[in-house]
């Protein structure tokens, strides 16, 4: 596979990276969520894999396996869990409707295009045109955390955030050096084991996992 | 040295998690800290002696800069190990506190300070990245320790929102290592802060500012700079004393630290003074908004943290400004205030155990009820506010003069901040240590050594800054132009 | 001349195969929820049977109901014959352009919305104000997915863009999507529209010719068969163009009618597929089902310029 067809189909994939971010953005249903953020965890370990095929960097096959085992396996099955042990309910509201949502979030994109522009231009690896898209990722996965008012939701807006990360290393530099992975990963798991520990503690305390009820500490004006 | 600065806390977490609730267990955290200090010590004399060291097959570089930073690590967190031992002890009684908690406690105060000592002393900024995260990590459980709804409320905010920073932090580390991969090749390499240091002059400017303002952001969160800063107040004011000791007394400074290697940097490559005003502006904000905040403060712990968010403010502030004086300065500003901050965390929470409240309103009559916590506090807070003879006078004397020589129209706002500052926290300091001692105040042991030891520190740096400091800060200062 | 033949032949088999289509999709959708289905050609029946059948007017209707369901079928077959279906050097080829396409659209539907409100009954009123919403949102999207797909090739010219050929390129897949949630939209298919409802309460596109009967019903149906047939006819050409003869000679006719058989065959299953896992959505969805659309095409639109 020569290196136009692997950018056009990288390209394609990066494509279906940021379809899965919106998706997650007009998503109401958390089990939907859950699911659309498995799919891009999936999009995303394939990508890598392209990306370390073309170019030869071997390290780029074990990123791809850690992502698929961390992401597309193993925190959706804790979130399915905790789901369904804390007998959520399966909707989540959001701050502003739908359509100025999606509009807020065209509108990010075209700044995180914007934004890296001077990388685009110094960069020499098939992957470039990709930074854009990550980012936009990033920005996204900010925006549900903002927008959402549902606790689960806004872990999978750091979780699709973590994403746009790690989709914007190996964009812009064919992924960092293995051991920087390594311990992204490491510390990605931590904050998995450490929400859910918080999910608990938050049912059991507030007996619900709206955030709004998170506003006692403020001061008074 | 190295490895026995790292390895203790790292077994002594391993330890702890399983005895953490026996009767000995904080003499064991007190002893695990003794040992890291002296560690800490002997690193630094080696230092001292022969220079800027790299360990570990260049994964570890230790030098004038991080160096005393590990050393006041090492020193305030075995202070505070020692505070907690009758502190904590006193929550365990009354029950705040359960068996698991207890042990997790432990467990996850030794593991902070090795995530702190890792970020200090590594030399790949990809692994700075992962010790910060680290260290957010193993507090966040331990603010929502108590399990109150305000507690948890505040743990939720502090793990997202310095989540959402540290992502943008981890952002422009990619960047940087996408301009460094150009000029260094790849891998491991072109992370390391050495190599990076030695060719900064050819490293993309246009990326690197845009890193630059990713990093700032993401580590501006964690030093707590306006308008970053609302997981602070809540996170510092709701966790165990202890933690927001070493929270408000280390952390910001490891994360600021991180910062100012990173803008070392972005100076070296666009060779403007960008970063500079950018660092510039967001401390002078965050000393405003941070004064006038303390005017409101109801609670003892929250308006302590706002002191730490301006006195951040302050050290980012003559960080940013740069020059011999400003930056010798904010040295001695991130030290002074280390240990003024956790002395006075550590009397305001025998303070708050004596009355059962967090509440300024409700402790009153210090000075009678429990002298030493009374005039600990009392000095703590002029110290804290600037008074001569301390330290922390000394540090913003020389950040003031270097502000009017470079950058005069930036000094009102300083002084504005600094006055409100002061005026706000004798205003609420002067009822609760003088008066009369109300009823509900409960007498207890408290911990003496550690009040003590850190405000003679503070005095005698304020007074007459001993040599080898003297010596550590300028080898810091020429590192740092 | 020949090309003139084509064109004619192009025309008749969109007139003649558009009942054809919708006996199709009706029989693969009782195929697929177990049903007995009635034969292929029933709606050719249906509508010999309405052509038979006398006009049933009210006494306020005015000229215009009488008249649009012929301006509807007109309008169609026009929109057919500027859709290149068979070839794209076709004689019409000049006004092939897709703004002209999405007006003879709006004219058809324009017209229909009035004849809805023409006679003064509340259910005809109704459909016709959902209607027009749906078409205040669909529009704007379609335009969107089209101006998409004529970013490749630089031109809104539907001849240009089915020859320029379809690539695998990101920005083409996003227009597609959005293309087939609008299609649905405008067609009147599930999730929008259930078009074998008899519940008034339910109806968009039926409600507003709820009035009509005799040839004028019989008129009004075919031409929303043959937009059903003319949308899928656009999806397989502006994204699978693959068979359509690029000259206006006859010989190349009959694979391209054959290709295009076998197309709408394909395409009939798909939207039987959508039909059956869906089900209709409350109408204050219709925005978020449409502004996703739009999304959808704004961020081809956007892959554009950023992949490609």
Redesign the interface.
């Given at each position: 596979m020569n290196i136009q067809i692997a950018a056009?189909?990288n390209?394609?994939i990066?494509?279906f990276v940021?379809?899965a971010a919106?998706g997650m953005l007009?998503q109401k249903r958390i089990y939907s969520l859950i699911h659309l953020f498995a799919w891009q965890g999936l999009f995303l370990s394939i990508s890598t894999a392209i990306v370390g095929y073309v170019a030869n960097k071997h390290h780029l096959y074990i990123s791809s396996i850690l992502t698929l085992s961390l992401k597309v396996v193993l925190l959706p099955y804790i979130l399915h869990v905790l789901v369904v042990r804390l007998k959520i309910r399966k909707q989540a509201e959001t701050v502003l409707n739908?359509?100025l949502t999606?509009m807020i979030?065209?509108a990010l994109?075209?700044f995180s295009?914007h934004?890296t522009a001077?990388?685009r231009e110094?960069?020499t690896l098939i992957t470039r045109?990709?930074l854009?898209?990550a980012?936009a990722t990033?920005m996204i996965g900010?925006l549900m955390?903002i927008t959402r008012k549902h606790?689960v939701t806004?872990i999978i807006g750091?979780l699709a955030?973590?994403n746009g990360?790690f989709f914007?290393?190996t964009s812009?530099?064919?992924g960092?050096?293995l051991?920087?992975e390594l311990?992204?990963a490491?510390?990605v798991l931590?904050?998995a084991f450490?929400?859910g520990?918080?999910f608990f503690?938050?049912h059991s305390?507030?007996d619900s996992l709206d955030?709004k009820?998170?506003?006692?500490?403020k001061?008074?004006l | 040295m190295l490895l026995i600065l790292l390895g203790v806390p790292l077994f002594a977490a391993a330890a702890l998690a399983f005895i953490g609730d026996r009767r000995y267990a904080p003499e064991i955290n007190i002893a695990g800290s003794a040992a890291t200090f002296a560690a800490g010590i002997g690193l630094a004399l080696e230092v001292y002696n022969t220079g800027p060291m790299l360990a570990g097959g260049k994964f570890f570089f230790v030098d004038a800069f991080n160096v005393y930073l590990s050393v006041l690590t090492s020193f305030v967190s075995m202070t505070t190990a020692i505070f907690s031992r009758r502190y904590m002890r006193r929550e365990r009684e009354h029950g705040r506190v359960g068996h698991v908690g207890m042990r997790f406690y432990h467990s996850m105060y030794q593991m902070f300070i090795f995530a702190m000592f890792l970020c200090l002393l590594t030399n790949n900024i990809g692994v700075l990245w992962i010790a910060m995260e680290l260290a957010t990590l193993s507090t966040v459980l331990l603010v929502s320790l108590y399990r109150t709804p305000r507690a948890i409320e505040a743990a939720w905010k502090y793990f997202i929102l310095c989540g959402v920073g540290i992502a943008q932090a981890l952002f422009g580390t990619v960047l940087l290592y996408f301009a460094a991969e150009k000029v260094l090749g790849e891998g491991g390499e072109a992370l390391l802060w050495t190599n990076l240091s030695r060719v900064s002059g050819s490293l993309e400017p246009t990326v690197l500012s845009l890193a630059f303002v990713f990093l700032m952001v993401g580590y501006g969160t964690k030093v707590g700079l306006v308008p970053l800063h609302n997981w602070l107040p809540d996170a510092h004011s709701e966790g165990p004393t202890p933690i927001s000791a070493v929270l408000s007394g280390l952390l910001l400074n490891i994360a600021l630290y991180a910062l100012v290697r990173c803008k070392v940097l972005v100076d070296g490559s666009t060779g403007t003074h960008h970063a500079g005003d950018i660092m510039m502006g967001f401390g002078v904000l965050s000393i405003l908004v941070a004064a006038y905040s303390l005017l409101r403060q109801k609670d003892i712990k929250r308006m302590f943290s706002y002191s730490s968010i301006e006195h951040m403010g302050i050290a980012t502030f003559a960080f940013g400004l740069g020059g011999p004086i400003a930056t010798f300065g904010a040295l001695l500003h991130m030290l002074v205030h280390s240990l003024a901050k956790s002395s006075i965390f550590f009397t305001v929470g025998h303070a708050s155990q004596m009355h059962q409240t967090q509440e300024m309103e409700r402790i009153k009559g210090l000075f009678k009820g429990n002298p030493l916590v009374g005039w600990g506090l009392m000095f703590g807070v002029m110290a804290i506010a600037g008074m001569p003879p301390f330290g922390i006078f000394t540090s913003e004397f020389l950040i003031l003069t270097a502000t009017i020589k470079d950058a005069p129209l930036w000094t009102p706002f300083l002084l504005l901040g600094l006055g409100v500052a002061f005026a706000a926290l004798f205003r609420r300091v002067q009822p609760m240590v003088a008066g009369e001692v109300p009823e509900y105040q409960k007498p207890l042991k408290v911990a003496h050594v550690p009040v003590v030891l850190h405000m003679l520190l503070v005095l005698i740096i304020g007074i007459y800054i001993p040599d080898f400091l003297n010596q550590w800060f300028h080898t810091a200062v020429e590192l740092l132009k | 001349m020949e090309g003139f033949l084509v064109q004619t032949l192009q025309i008749a088999v969109l007139i003649g195969l558009a009942p054809a289509l919708v006996g199709w999709v009706r029989m693969l959708k009782c195929w697929m929820q177990g049903r007995t289905s009635a034969s292929l050609f029933q709606p050719y029946l249906d509508l010999l049977k309405l052509f038979s059948k006398d006009i049933v007017l009210a006494e306020n209707a005015s000229w215009i109901f009488r008249f649009t369901p012929y301006l509807l079928f007109g309008t169609t077959v026009l929109a057919g014959a500027v859709i290149p279906m068979l070839s794209t050097d076709l004689p019409l080829a000049a006004t092939a352009d897709v703004i002209v396409l999405v007006g003879l659209f709006a004219i058809a539907r324009f017209f229909t919305a009035l004849a809805g409100m023409d006679i003064g009954t509340a259910f005809g009123g109704m459909g016709s104000s959902r209607e027009m919403t749906v078409a205040s949102l669909a529009e704007p999207a379609m335009l969107m997915a089209i101006f998409t797909v004529s970013l490749g090739c630089k031109s809104t010219s539907l001849s240009r863009i089915v020859e320029a050929g379809a690539l695998l390129k990101p920005s083409l897949a996003f227009a597609f999507l959005a293309f087939v949630l609008i299609a649905l939209a405008e067609t009147g298919r599930i999730p929008v529209d259930n078009p074998s409802t008899h519940l008034e309460l339910t109806m968009l596109h039926e409600a507003m010719i709820l009035e009509y009967s005799g040839r004028h019903l019989a008129l009004v149906e075919w031409a929303g068969m043959m937009k059903l047939f003319l949308f899928m006819a656009l999806l397989s050409a502006l994204f699978f163009p693959w068979g359509i003869a690029e000259t206006g000679k006859l010989s190349h006719i009959p694979i391209a009618g054959a290709v295009l058989l076998l197309k709408l065959a394909v395409s009939g299953m798909g939207l039987v597929l959508i039909e059956t896992g869906l089900a209709k959505m409350r109408l204050f969805r219709l925005t978020e089902f449409l502004g996703s659309a739009f999304l959808m095409a704004t961020l081809g639109m956007l892959s554009f310029f950023i992949l490609d």
């Open positions: 056009q189909i390209s394609f990066a494509a940021l379809l919106f007009v739908i359509p999606m979030g065209i994109v075209i295009y934004l001077p990388v110094l960069s045109s990709t854009a898209v980012l990033v900010l955390m606790a806004q750091f955030m973590e990360l914007a290393a812009a530099t064919y960092m050096p051991v920087v311990g992204v490491l510390d931590i904050a450490i929400f520990i918080f503690h938050i305390t507030f955030v009820q998170m506003s006692r500490l001061e008074d | - | -």
